[in-house]
């Protein structure tokens, strides 16, 4: 298994990793009749999202999505289509409006020495990290967490990253759903 490509979002003039989700209302390729495909293992949901906001307002701006031929108009965007591309279909300058309520972790800036082959990092893997909270789509608050995210840091550095070599099988099983899970608190 792969570490997973996470979707995105530009924010401050930089591209952030979203590595933490609670809420509902982001981009759903079923709802735009799409089936993705999993063609390689850094992302097997098939597709990748970049957010951005325009006066407050959460926009989906690319969507690169495989899907084994041309895709769909999306808001009236036509994709640009490549099957030799890494995603054969990729939706530039969607501006498309997102209804998404919940909180949101945007992270930057990778400690590369706490990479693990598998799933999502967390946001304590992060240098700097904000937290966005939206209601229907649009940012009513954002906080930076990076403080707590370094104290938490330090308490998971000391443990295993991944389960070791006599780790059971159920324990390991755990651990994977665990990678791929997208929610936080704190």
Same mark, same amino acid.
């Given at each position: 298994?792969?570490?997973?490509?996470?979707?995105?979002?530009?924010?401050?003039?930089?591209? #952030?990793?979203?590595?933490?989700?609670?809420?509902? /209302?982001? %981009?759903?390729?079923?709802?735009?009749? @799409?089936?993705?495909? *999993?063609?390689?293992?850094?992302?097997?949901?098939?597709?990748?999202?970049?957010?951005?906001?325009?006066?407050?307002?959460?926009?989906?701006?690319?969507?690169?999505?495989?899907?084994?031929?041309?895709?769909?108009?999306?808001?009236?965007?036509?994709?640009?289509?490549?099957?030799?591309?890494?995603?054969?279909?990729?939706?530039?300058?969607?501006?498309?409006?997102?209804? #998404?309520?919940?909180?949101?972790?945007?992270?930057? /800036?990778? %400690?590369?020495?706490?990479?693990?082959? @598998?799933?999502?990092? *967390?946001?304590?893997?992060?240098?700097?990290?904000?937290?966005?909270?939206?209601?229907?789509?649009?940012?009513?608050?954002?906080?930076?967490?990076?403080?707590?995210?370094?104290?938490?840091?330090?308490?998971?550095?000391?443990?295993?990253l991944e389960p070791n070599a006599d780790a059971s099988k159920e324990a390991i099983e755990k651990?994977?759903?665990?990678?791929?899970?997208?929610?936080?608190?704190?």
């Amino acid at each position: 298994m792969t570490a997973q490509i996470p979707d995105s979002f530009l924010f401050q003039d930089k591209k #952030f990793s979203i590595v933490g989700v609670n809420g509902a /209302g982001l %981009f759903d390729p079923y709802a735009h009749k @799409m089936n993705p495909l *999993p063609h390689i293992t850094s992302c097997w949901r098939g597709y990748v999202c970049t957010y951005k906001t325009v006066y407050n307002k959460l926009l989906l701006d690319t969507l690169q999505i495989n899907l084994g031929n041309e895709g769909l108009l999306i808001n009236e965007i036509h994709p640009v289509f490549d099957p030799k591309n890494t995603f054969d279909n990729v939706y530039n300058d969607l501006n498309l409006h997102m209804d #998404f309520t919940g909180g949101m972790l945007l992270a930057h /800036g990778f %400690f590369q020495h706490l990479y693990v082959h @598998m799933g999502f990092h *967390p946001a304590w893997k992060y240098e700097t990290v904000f937290e966005l909270v939206i209601s229907h789509g649009y940012v009513l608050e954002t906080r930076e967490v990076s403080q707590q995210m370094a104290e938490l840091r330090d308490k998971m550095v000391r443990q295993p990253l991944e389960p070791n070599a006599d780790a059971s099988k159920e324990a390991i099983e755990k651990w994977i759903a665990s990678t791929f899970r997208m929610e936080y608190r704190f």
